[in-house]
C-alpha cells in the first residue's frame, strides 16, 4: 500500500511540473508585461515612478529575462519561500490575497458539496427502489428541471426571493453592517443566511446529475443475482440494498470524488461573480481581465495541483473501497 | 435482545400464526412442502407472462425433488416463488405454499405472507435455503466470503461476530474447502468456480434449513467438479437430515441423484412421479422428447460413414508443438507486478484429416479455446507449426503468416462462436450479420450479396424473409443457425466449433448437431469440435483429442478413446459423466486424476 502510494506520488511530480509550465506560458501569453502596464497607468494617473523600485521589481521577477530564466525565478519563490509574487492590481502579495478568501471560499464549497449529497444519494436511491412510482417522477421531474435552469438565472431569482421575503442585502456573503465587523456568532448566522442562495443554486444542478447516475446505477444493481441471494437469507430490503447494491452503485461517485477538491477551491465562477460573493473563482476572473499574471498564474497553479491530489485520493479511496480494484480485477 | 429485534420477532410469529393454514385441503402427511396451483406472473409493458402457471406439486420429506425443464419452462421462477424472491416485476398471484417445518407441526402458507415482511425474512435462510447457478454473480464481488456467510448467523441465530466466525469456518471446512481460515477473508474472485459453489452451499446450509433449493448449482461448472458439488450435496443432504429440491436441465444429473423428479413447460407441470418411472415408463409425450433428445453416453447413434480415417493422405490441417503463452500480470495488493507466463498450449501436435469431425475435449482453463484461437490465427503462436494444405495441395504454415498474407486463408478456416447472444452485435440485421465477411472480403455486394445470403438462410433452415429482422427476434437455436451460416458464408473448408451447442437446450441441441452433420455431408467441411461435454463429442466426432492443463494427454479415434481411455485424466473426466439413467447409479466407480509430479 505505502509503496502503491510512493509510486503514485512519484507520477505526480512531473505531471506537475509539466502543468505549471503550461500555466505560466498561458499567462505570459498576452503581449506586454505588467510592469510597463502598471507604469503607464501610474503615469496616466500623473505619478511619477521611482526607476530604482522599478529596477528592483524588474530584477525581483525576472522582467525581460527569457521564458525559462522568468519561469524558474517564479517556481523556485512559490516552492522554497512560499511566494506567490505580487498582485498588481491589488498591490498585495498573491498569497495574502487568496488567504483572505480562502475560509469563505471553503465553507461555501463544503456546504455545498455536503447538500449535494445529502440529497442526491437517497433521493437518486429511492427513485431506483420505487421505479415507475409518483415518488420516481417527482424526484426525476424536479431533477430534470434542476439540471436545465442556468445557474446565473436561479442566482438572480432566489438573490430577489430573498431580499424580497427575508429583506436580506442582495449579493455578497454578508450584510453591511458585517461585512467589515469581526467574527462572532451574529456574523456567523447572518454569514448562514446568506449561504444558502449560493449553496442552494450550486448544489441543486449538481444533485440532478448525481441523482440521474445514483438512479441508472442502482437499476443496474437492484437485479442482480447477488441481491436476490441476499434477499434470500431473510435481510430486511432496507438493510440489503444498503449493503449490497449501494456499495457497488457508489464507486463511480467515489472514483470522482477527488475532483471536488478544486472545485472546493475556485467555487462556481459564474455564481459567485452573480451573487458577488467573496471567493476565490470571482478574484481569478477578475485577475485574468487586468492581466494580473502572477495572481492569475497562483490560482491556476493551486487548482492544478488540487486537481492532481484529487485524483490521487480518488484512486486510493477506490482501492480502499473496491477489493476488485486492490487486486487488479476489475 | 434489543427491543427492536423483539419486536420484529414478534410480528414474524404473529405473521406466521396468520399465515397458518388447518382446512379443507390438507396437505399430505408425508409432505415438507406443497405447492397447489401456484401462479407467478411477471407484469411487464408487453402484457402479462404467466410464468409458473397453475403450477402443484409435491416435495416429500427427506427426499431429493428435482424439477426438470428447458430454458423458459418456469423451474426457477417456481423455486423463487416458494419464498418470494422473484425478480421484479414478477408476483405470486394465486395459490398456496404450504410448509410443515416439523412433522407433526403446523402448516405456514408461504404464499400468502407478505414478500417484505419479517413473517417470511425469518423463514428465508433459516429454515429454506437457496444455491444459485452461477456463484460468481450469485455472491457479492465486494464482500467477504465469511461476511456474507457470517451475517445469516447474526441475523438469525444472533451470534456475535465472533461466534459466527467460528461457525463459518466449521462450515466452510465441511463443504471442503481447505484452508478456510483464510478463505473466510477471500473474495469471490479469488476463489475456483467449484470453490465459490462451495462457499454457496456452505452459506445456503450454515443456518441448518430443512429444505435445501439448488437452482442448476451445477450448470456452471466442469463434468468433474460438478460431480464433487453432486457428491457433496448428497453427502451433506444426509448428515444434515435435509430435503433437497434440485432444479436442472441435465437428466443426467436428474438420472444420478433424484428419487422424484417433476417435468416443466411452459410454467406448467406436465408429469410428475418417481424417477423410475419417468425414465422408464414416461407417461407424457414431452418427458418421451426430452429423453428422445438425450444424448446418450454408450449408444451409438450416428454412424458416419468412415472418410478416409486411415488413409496415409496429408490432413488437411496439421498442428505441430504448437505452443501459446500469456503473460499475466500477477502480483500481490499494491506490491511489485510479477509477469507471470502462462502455458496455455503446450506442445501440441495434432492432425485434423479432412472431411473429419475432431473433437477437443477438456475442462475449462485447459486451453482448448486457446488451441482453437490459435488455429483460427486469432491469437498469433508463441512457437509451432500450423501446416495447412490448400485445396491445390500446397502446404501453409499459418502460424508465421502476416495479417495481410493470411486474408485469403481467414475465408477458409471460420468460427462458429458458443454464446448465441452475445455473438451476434444486436444493432445489424441478419443480412448485415451473414454478409459481413463476404462485404468486408469484396466477394460480393448488392444483389448478388443479398442472394447468397438469402440461399445460405435457406440452407441453415430459416426462411429467407427473416434476412431484414434484427437478432433478438430470434430464439437461441435460430441465433446458433444464424452464427453458422456467417461461418459458412465464405465457403470455408475448416470450421472451428467451439462450444457451439453448449448454451442451448438439448432438444435444439439435437437439431443442431443434425444440422452440423447435414452440412459436412453437403459441403465437405472439416470440423474442429471444442467441448466440455463428452456425451455430444462422442455421438458426432471420428477423432478425440484430451487436454489438461494446456498438455494433450490423449487423443485417438473416438471410439477407442471413450472404449478404452488409456489415460488416467481420460479415465476421470468420463467417470465424471453423469448417466441418464437411474437403475444405473452407483454402479460405477468415480475415478479422481491426481496428475504425478513432474519429474
Known amino acids: 500500500m505505502w509503496r502503491f502510494i510512493a509510486m503514485r506520488v512519484l507520477h505526480v511530480i512531473p505531471t506537475l511540473i509539466a ?52 519561469y524558474v525565478k517564479w517556481i523556485s519563490n512559490i516552492v522554497l519561500h512560499g511566494d506567490f509574487g505580487l498582485s498588481f492590481q491589488f498591490q498585495q502579495p498573491v498569497s495574502t490575497l487568496i488567504a483572505d478568501r480562502l475560509p469563505l471560499t471553503l465553507a461555501l464549497g463544503i456546504a455545498t458539496l455536503m447538500f449535494t449529497w445529502a440529497i442526491a444519494l437517497p433521493a437518486g436511491i429511492y ?44 449579493g455578497g456573503m454578508f450584510s453591511p453592517e458585517y461585512v467589515n465587523a469581526p467574527w462572532g456568532v451574529g456574523k456567523f448566522v447572518d454569514l448562514l443566511g446568506h449561504l444558502w442562495i449560493p449553496v442552494v443554486v450550486i448544489g441543486l444542478a449538481g444533485t ?51 475532483w471536488h477538491l478544486p472545485s472546493l477551491f475556485d467555487g462556481e465562477i459564474i455564481v459567485a461573480q452573480v451573487l458577488a460573493l467573496g471567493t476565490i473563482g470571482p478574484l481569478l476572473l477578475e485577475a ?23 485524483t490521487l485520493i480518488s484512486d486510493l479511496l477506490l482501492a480502499a473501497i473496491d477489493p476488485r480494484v486492490r487486486f487488479g480485477k476489475a | ?138 455472491l457479492s464481488p465486494v464482500h467477504t466470503i465469511g461476511d456474507q456467510i457470517g451475517e445469516l448467523l447474526e441475523l438469525h441465530e444472533r451470534l456475535s461476530p465472533s461466534a459466527a466466525r467460528e461457525r463459518v469456518i466449521d462450515d466452510l471446512r465441511r463443504v471442503g474447502i481447505p484452508r478456510p481460515e483464510e478463505r473466510f477473508g477471500a473474495y469471490t474472485f479469488q476463489l475456483s468456480g467449484g470453490m465459490r459453489q462451495r462457499a454457496m452451499i456452505a452459506m445456503a446450509l450454515v443456518c441448518r434449513p430443512s429444505l435445501l433449493i439448488a437452482d442448476e448449482p451445477t450448470t456452471a461448472l466442469d463434468v468433474t467438479t460438478q460431480a464433487q458439488i453432486l457428491d457433496l450435496l448428497a453427502e451433506l443432504k444426509q448428515s444434515l437430515g435435509m430435503t433437497l429440491m434440485f432444479i436442472t436441465h441435465d437428466l443426467g444429473v436428474v438420472a444420478e441423484i433424484a428419487d422424484d423428479v417433476v417435468v416443466m413447460r411452459h410454467g406448467k407441470v406436465v408429469e410428475q412421479g418417481p424417477v423410475d418411472q419417468i425414465f422408464h415408463d414416461p407417461q407424457h409425450e414431452y418427458t418421451q422428447e426430452l429423453l428422445a433428445a438425450l444424448p446418450q453416453r454408450g449408444a451409438v447413434t450416428v454412424t458416419e460413414p468412415e472418410p478416409a480415417a486411415a488413409e496415409p493422405e496429408r490432413p488437411l490441417l496439421r498442428i505441430e508443438d504448437l505452443e501459446m503463452t500469456f503473460e499475466a500480470a500477477a502480483g500481490t495488493l499494491f506490491g511489485r507486478r510479477r509477469t507471470e507466463r502462462v502455458n496455455a498450449v503446450d506442445k501440441v501436435t495434432l492432425d485434423i484429416p479432412e472431411g473429419s469431425t475432431v473433437g477437443l475435449v477438456g475442462e475449462s482453463g485447459c486451453g482448448k479455446t486457446t488451441l482453437g484461437r490459435c488455429v483460427l490465427r486469432a491469437y498469433r503462436p508463441t512457437a509451432g507449426k500450423l501446416l495447412y494444405s490448400g485445396a491445390d495441395g500446397r502446404v501453409t504454415d499459418l502460424a508465421r503468416l502476416s495479417e495481410k498474407e493470411l486474408l485469403p486463408y481467414r475465408r477458409q478456416v471460420r468460427m462458429v462462436f458458443q454464446d448465441p447472444y452475445g455473438s451476434l452485435n444486436p444493432r445489424m440485421t441478419v443480412r448485415q450479420v451473414i454478409g459481413e465477411p463476404l462485404r468486408v472480403a469484396g466477394l460480393a455486394s448488392g444483389s448478388e450479396l443479398d442472394g447468397r445470403v438469402e440461399a445460405m438462410l435457406e440452407r441453415v433452415g430459416l426462411k429467407r424473409a427473416m434476412a431484414g429482422r434484427y437478432p433478438h427476434a430470434f430464439s437461441g437455436g435460430e441465433r446458433q443457425r444464424i452464427g453458422i451460416a456467417r461461418a459458412l458464408i465464405t465457403e470455408p473448408r475448416l470450421v472451428v466449433a467451439d462450444e457451439a451447442v453448449s448454451a442451448l437446450d438439448v432438444s435444439v441441441r439435437t437439431q443442431i448437431l443434425e444440422l452440423l452433420a447435414e452440412l459436412q455431408g453437403d459441403l465437405g467441411l472439416t470440423y474442429l469440435f471444442i467441448s466440455h461435454d463428452l456425451s455430444v463429442v462422442e455421438r458426432i466426432c471420428d477423432q478425440v483429442a484430451v487436454m489438461y492443463f494446456g498438455v494433450m494427454v490423449e487423443q485417438g479415434p473416438a471410439e477407442q478413446v471413450f472404449a478404452d481411455p488409456q489415460h488416467g485424466y481420460t479415465r476421470a473426466l468420463l467417470s465424471a459423466v453423469p448417466v441418464a439413467d437411474p437403475r444405473e447409479r452407483g454402479t460405477r466407480s468415480r475415478v479422481a486424476y491426481e496428475p504425478e509430479p513432474v519429474a
Open chain 1, 19 to 70: 502543468i505549471s509550465m503550461i500555466a505560466f506560458f498561458i499567462i505570459q501569453l498576452p503581449p506586454g508585461d505588467f510592469l510597463s502596464t502598471q507604469v503607464a497607468r501610474l503615469e496616466a494617473a500623473g505619478q511619477s515612478v521611482d526607476p530604482a523600485q522599478m529596477e528592483a521589481l524588474r530584477d525581483r521577477y525576472g522582467i525581460g529575462d527569457p521564458f525559462w530564466v522568468q
Open chain 2, 1 to 138: 435482545m434489543s427491543w427492536r429485534r423483539r419486536n420484529l420477532e414478534r410480528d414474524a410469529a404473529r405473521e406466521i400464526a396468520a399465515a397458518t393454514v388447518d382446512d379443507d385441503r390438507p396437505m399430505d402427511p408425508g409432505a415438507l412442502l406443497e405447492l397447489q396451483n401456484l401462479c407467478t406472473t411477471f407484469h411487464t409493458d408487453e402484457g402479462a407472462v404467466h410464468a409458473v402457471d397453475d403450477v402443484s406439486l409435491r416435495i416429500r420429506r427427506g427426499s431429493t425433488t428435482c424439477i426438470v425443464g428447458e430454458s423458459g419452462s418456469g423451474k426457477s421462477a417456481t423455486a423463487r416463488s416458494i419464498i418470494q424472491v422473484v425478480d421484479h416485476p414478477g408476483r405470486v398471484d394465486s395459490g398456496r405454499v404450504l410448509y410443515r417445518p416439523s412433522p407433526d407441526g403446523a402448516v405456514v402458507d408461504l404464499a400468502a405472507l407478505d414478500a417484505t415482511g419479517p413473517g417470511i425474512r425469518s423463514i428465508r435462510g433459516r429454515d429454506i435455503g437457496l444455491v444459485f447457478q452461477e456463484p460468481m454473480s450469485s
Open chain 1, 127 to 170: 427513485s431506483a427502489i420505487k421505479q415507475h412510482t409518483w415518488g420516481d417522477y417527482t424526484i426525476s421531474g424536479i431533477g430534470f428541471v434542476a439540471l436545465a435552469v442556468p445557474q446565473f438565472l436561479a442566482a438572480l431569482v432566489l438573490a430577489y426571493l430573498g431580499f424580497a421575503l427575508f429583506d436580506q442585502s442582495v
Open chain 1, 288 to 310: 485574468l481581465k487586468s492581466q494580473d499574471m502572477y495572481l492569475a498564474g497562483g490560482i491556476i497553479l493551486i487548482i492544478a495541483v488540487l486537481t492532481v491530489i484529487g
Open chain 1, 208 to 258: 440532478a446529475g448525481i441523482i440521474r447516475v445514483t438512479r441508472a446505477n442502482m437499476l443496474d444493481e437492484l437485479n442482480k443475482p447477488y441481491v436476490i441471494t441476499a434477499r434470500a437469507k431473510g435481510l430486511s430490503e432496507g438493510r440489503l440494498v444498503t449493503k449490497y447494491p449501494v456499495r457497488i452503485a457508489m464507486n463511480p461517485f467515489i472514483s470522482t470524488a477527488g
